[in-house]
């Protein structure tokens, strides 16, 4: 299942069988988000890869925990993703670190990267936004999910997603020189 990206229904359908014990299914889970996941929690703890990956595992680890209370409603992306957001927003609690994500981190930021700025710039200017700002901007930027997707995972309305969005744009663009 690697490679494609999975989609809700199919997340609802591994969570379901990993709900009644099926390992393969946890696997198969596992296999097609964990990518997608590190990267995402790697962006939101500041480039911290080893705690990225710990905090990955526990999100797999929870996903198994909690797949019985799961309930089916072509969400299954969604809920993995929660998982994940509230244990880097936990984390992030916890340690009060914030070391700040690096240029590779930002790759498909379009908007708001280009040639002329450089690693440090665009670390400094993360590192600037507020935690929920950087989480929406991760999800969109690095993990490449529309902002109806990002409503969904952090259950929140979409307008409020847009909003944040949009201010972390704002934020960043006047931190990164100034272009709009």
Not at 67 to 86: E, T
Not at 103 to 127: F, G, P, R, T, Y
């Amino acid at each position: 299942m690697s490679g494609a990206r999975l989609d809700g229904r199919t997340a609802d359908a591994l969570i379901q069988r990993i709900a009644v014990g099926d390992m393969s299914a946890l696997e198969s889970l596992y296999s097609a988000m964990y990518g997608e996941i590190f990267a995402y929690l790697r962006s939101m703890l500041g480039g911290d890869s080893h705690s990225a990956e710990d905090l990955a595992q526990d999100t797999f680890i929870r996903v198994y925990k909690y797949a019985p209370k799961f309930a089916a409603m072509g969400q299954g992306r969604a809920w993995v993703y929660r998982i994940a957001g509230r244990l880097a927003l936990n984390h992030l609690g916890k340690a009060s670190s914030g070391s700040p994500l690096t240029e590779s981190d930002l790759q498909d930021l379009a908007d708001v990267e280009d040639n002329a700025v450089n690693s440090k710039a665009v670390a400094d200017a993360m590192a600037a936004l507020s935690p929920e700002e950087r989480q929406v901007v991760s999800l969109h930027a690095v993990s490449g999910l529309t902002l109806r997707e990002i409503s969904d995972i952090l259950s929140q309305p979409l307008g409020t997603v847009k909003w944040r969005h949009a201010e972390a744009i704002k934020k960043l663009r006047s931190l990164l020189g100034g272009r709009d």
